[in-house]
């Protein structure tokens, strides 16, 4: 019940697509879902993050669609550069407790010029 | 502004040694830390959190401890590594358990 499935493993987009990164979850306690961008040799990095009183929201090229009846999130990425080639990690969590952040198995995006 | 350091950037070890891992947050007091471990194609695998000094808790059992000796220091340690131990470890923190955790860049351990 701990689970966030993460869709795909990899993906390659043109420039200037819109790539799509899916994730589901079980635990329906989970309210958040943040989004995190790791490039090679480092650690991931806070991208974006969405409570599920929301079914959408957008910070620049990055958007996050929500759905909690179908327990699903993604993350789509608006004219996509060449320098969002990275890996894409969903997580999800309960906040107000000891929170430990349950996170997908990510995906490795690449975007071709 | 809060930073997170970890060192080394990256360890070679035979099977059998200790290892001592260190990470420092700078910036702000009583952090959350947190110890994960990120095998190939997988995610990242919460290994121990703090949620102040000397207060461990363990997520996995397995060959590695944890110790928060001071407020903003979190070691990972280990008495006799296995080659089951390789891989890229990440520590992070967060202000408090409702703000998001922020990592550092990792030491990818290798076990010989």
């Not at chain 2, 959190?49 to 928060?68: D, F, K, T």
């Amino acid at each position: 019940q701990q689970q966030v499935k993460q869709s795909p493993q990899s993906l390659i987009v043109q420039k200037g697509g819109i790539p799509i990164i899916n994730c589901a979850y079980e635990n329906t306690a989970f309210d958040y879902f943040p989004w995190y961008q790791q490039f090679p040799g480092k650690g991931p990095a806070l991208l974006i993050a969405i409570r599920p009183d929301v079914s959408e929201k957008k910070e620049g090229r990055f958007t996050i669609s929500f759905n909690k009846s179908a327990k699903q999130f993604s993350l789509h990425i608006m004219d996509s550069q060449p320098g969002d080639s990275a890996t894409y990690f969903c997580a999800a969590s309960k906040l107000g407790g000891n929170e430990k952040l349950t996170f997908g198995t990510g995906t490795r995006l690449t975007i071709i010029p | 502004s809060q930073t997170i350091h970890q060192w080394p950037a990256t360890l070679v070890q035979p099977v059998g040694s200790p290892l001592s891992l260190e990470c420092t947050v700078e910036g702000t007091s009583n952090p959350n830390l947190y110890w994960y471990r990120q095998a190939a194609g997988r995610g990242l695998q919460l290994l121990f959190y703090s949620v102040g000094i000397g207060q461990i808790s363990s997520e996995v059992p397995q060959n590695l401890s944890a110790s928060r000796p001071q407020d903003r220091q979190f070691i990972l340690s280990s008495k006799k590594l296995l080659l089951s131990d390789s891989g890229f470890y990440l520590c992070a923190w967060s202000a408090d358990t409702n703000q998001p955790q922020h990592f550092g860049d990792g030491t990818r351990l290798s076990i010989l």
